[in-house]
């Protein structure tokens, strides 16, 4: 399914060197296997659990606030809190509005939630679709893609973040 989701691979052609995630055969099998391996074993699994659990305590305490709002913000917060956890063994803590959060990570998830928030729309939208096959950027396209790229520039400096940190040795236990 992962190939018809022609914004996001449109997006990745020009902008990451992951494109081949977004197709079909051994390219992708080889992202897969890759992630799969390292993401989903149990051994991997018990290193980011406590990372879960405490993305998991600070959406608890932004549970009243959050839910009693806009729930589906508030989850997709919580999710990014998870997602972060898991992936770069780092607390963003953006589930609870009253804890501090660190603005560039507050950013981070702004940028994504607004990319997904416009990602279904143009997907199952048929003027986005002939749109993109003409070869033409709509403002709905142009707004998804300005916000992945940001999203991405924060990724890549938490992943750099955590080479330098492993290189010099300074790794936290969640990491």
């Known amino acids: 399914a992962i190939q018809f989701q022609w914004p996001t691979k449109l997006w990745s052609k020009k902008h990451t060197d992951i494109a ?102 143009m997907l199952t939208s048929p003027y986005e679709v002939a749109c993109s096959a003409m070869g033409i950027k709509t403002k709905r396209y142009s707004h998804f893609a300005s916000k992945m790229t940001s999203a991405q520039a924060h990724a890549r400096r938490l992943v750099n973040q955590f080479v330098e940190r492993e290189q010099a040795g300074e790794l936290t236990p969640m990491e």
Request: net charge negative; charged share 25%.
């Open 20 to 121: 081949d995630f977004f197709e079909q055969g051994e390219p992708w099998k080889n992202y897969r296997s890759l992630m799969q391996k390292d993401l989903f074993t149990p051994s991997t699994a018990k290193g980011y659990i406590p990372g879960l659990i405490a993305a998991a305590h600070y959406a608890s305490r932004g549970a009243p606030d959050g839910a009693s709002t806009e729930l589906d913000k508030f989850t997709a917060r919580c999710s990014f809190d998870c997602f972060c956890s898991a992936i770069f063994g780092q607390l963003t803590q953006v589930a609870d509005r009253n804890t501090p959060s660190d603005p560039e990570d507050v950013q981070f998830c702004e940028d994504t939630m607004e990319a997904f928030e416009d990602f279904l729309p």
